[in-house]
C-alpha cells in the first residue's frame, strides 16, 4: 500500500490580544505598503522558537511591553494559493509590564474593545475577536476552495 506525504508547508505566526480591566485592548495601526489597519501586534515564529517565546518576543519588539500569563484562544488559519498553509496562534493576556512605544511596524494605542468592534474590519478581526473573548470558537478557517476566502468559525 502506498504511503501518502502529509508533511505540508506551513508559516507560522501568532498574534495577541492585550487588554486591561477597563475594557481596553492594545492595537497596533499597520503602516504596509499592502496593508493598512488596526490589528492586535503579533508577528513570525522563528525557525526552532517556542510558540510562547515568539509571543513575548513580538510583543516586546512591536511594542515595548513584556507580556506573560499567556492563553492559547484558538487559531486563524488558510491555505494559500502555492498550496502552503498559514497558521496564526492567537493568545490574549492581561499580564505586561514596561512601557508602550509604538515601532517600524505601526502605531500602538489604547483603544476600548467596544471601539475596536464598531471599525470595518480588516483581516477578519470582526471574528479573531469571538475567538479570543468568547469560548465559543477555537478556529477562524479562511475556505478558499469557491475562489474568494470565506471566513469561518468552528
Request: glycine share 8%; with cysteine.
Amino acid at each position: 500500500m502506498e504511503q501518502m506525504n502529509r508533511n505540508t508547508p506551513v508559516e507560522l505566526t501568532n498574534m495577541c490580544m492585550i487588554y486591561d480591566d477597563q475594557g481596553n485592548v492594545l492595537v497596533e495601526e499597520k503602516v504596509g505598503k499592502d496593508y493598512k489597519g488596526i490589528v492586535f501586534p503579533g508577528g513570525h515564529i522563528e525557525n526552532g522558537e517556542p510558540i510562547v517565546d515568539s509571543v513575548i518576543r513580538e510583543i516586546y519588539e512591536e511594542t515595548g511591553l513584556t507580556v506573560s500569563n499567556l492563553e492559547l484562544c484558538g487559531v486563524k488559519d488558510w491555505v494559500k494559493e502555492d498550496g502552503n498553509r498559514y497558521i496564526v496562534f492567537l493568545y490574549r493576556t492581561n499580564t505586561y509590564s514596561g512601557t508602550i512605544q509604538s515601532s517600524s511596524e505601526g502605531n500602538i494605542f489604547w483603544m476600548s474593545l467596544e471601539e475596536l468592534q464598531a471599525r470595518e474590519p480588516f483581516w477578519h478581526m470582526d471574528k479573531m475577536i469571538e475567538i479570543f473573548c468568547h469560548k465559543n470558537y477555537s478556529e477562524l478557517f479562511l475556505d478558499g476552495s469557491h475562489g474568494n476566502r470565506v471566513p469561518i468559525l468552528k
